[in-house]
């Protein structure tokens, strides 16, 4: 039954995360979203709990939604998804112990998302490693049921509220997304890819242009990546 | 069989575009036997792509504003993120500051605008 205590010390720590705020925001917005551009509260719902990951729910709803091709989707998803890896990376050793099976990893590295990966690298190391793949799925849980109950408030609070507040609600999207990735900027290379992707992404939708918004990633990305180095090489 | 189809086709697109694209670097992490540079450059060019496209879908969200959004007007919405982003800034990076404020700036913004 030790498993069960460090399950339920997850939940704890989970409903005390910070990043439950965060996550009630991100979700009540993407809820809201995937309610007015016309997807089932069942797809809004299975989306939540497979992708687990809110930049990857919101390229995938707002993508899917409009015009994009499904080329195009699945790029953005896989380059927008890279990120995970050295999550999943950096924390496997903290839950790892020589008992450890294989198949205990996966749930945990399904939850894997900066949330989980930020307060992993916090809370773990106060944790008995023998606990800490329960203790990270009680985590997760706890994180998960609040995003399953956010995105489900957003999308009937989409379609019950006036209309000046549902606005309100949809513009929960940009607003948290822009912050949260201001704040996990840490390089010149990052920053400047969020402000030059904000700048290029309307002017080639505004042109029209195909795949409008992986050639502004790829473009705005990998100016802020030269621009990033030719600093260092100066440095 | 094809109205089945037409029902299963959002939840097809949502596994192979949204679910397998995502958790295989999950997966990948799993197998990956070695520790990974976080400063390597092909890292560093990677984030800056992931996050110029999101940023690019924020940025289009705003501007070609979906449903109810719609109603109001674009200078409003862009003002509403240019006050909260500086509000974010000036608080000290706190999100929930730049959030409330930008949706404050939004609602009254709205309200002003009728």
Known sequence: ?235 | MSAAFGDLAPYLALVLLGFLPNEIWRFFGLIVAHGIDERSDTIVWVRAVATAILAGVIAKIVLFAPGTLADVPLTIRVGAVIIGFGAFLAARRSVFVGVAVGEIALMTGAWAAG
């Open chain 1, 1 to 235: 039954m030790v498993d069960r205590r460090a399950f339920l010390g997850g939940m704890r720590a989970g409903a005390k995360s910070v990043f439950l705020w965060l996550l009630l925001g991100t979700y009540l917005g993407l809820g809201a979203l995937a309610h007015d551009l016309g997807f089932s509260l069942t797809w809004t719902l299975v989306a939540t709990v497979l992708i687990w990951a809110g930049p990857t729910q919101l390229i995938i709803t707002s993508m899917l939604g409009t015009s994009a091709t499904t080329v195009e989707i699945a790029i953005a998803v896989t380059l927008s998804a890279v990120r995970l890896l050295p999550m999943v990376v950096s924390l496997l050793p903290l839950l790892r112990t020589p008992q450890t099976r294989f198949r205990q990893l996966i749930l945990p590295a399904h939850l894997t998302a900066v949330s989980l990966w930020v307060e992993g690298q916090r809370l773990l190391p106060d944790i008995a490693p023998a606990n800490r793949v329960a203790f990270v799925n009680g985590f997760g849980a706890a994180l998960t049921i609040t995003a399953v109950v956010a995105v489900l408030s957003g999308y009937f609070m989409a379609r019950e509220l006036p209309t000046a507040l549902a606005s309100a609600l949809l513009f929960l999207t940009p607003l948290s997304f822009m912050m949260s990735l201001a704040r996990n900027s840490r390089h010149l290379a990052d920053k400047l890819a969020l402000v030059l992707g904000l700048l290029i992404a309307p002017v080639m939708a505004f042109y029209k242009v195909e795949l409008d918004i992986l050639w502004s990633g790829l473009l705005a990305g990998t100016l802020a990546f030269f621009a990033w180095r030719m600093r260092r090489s100066r440095a």
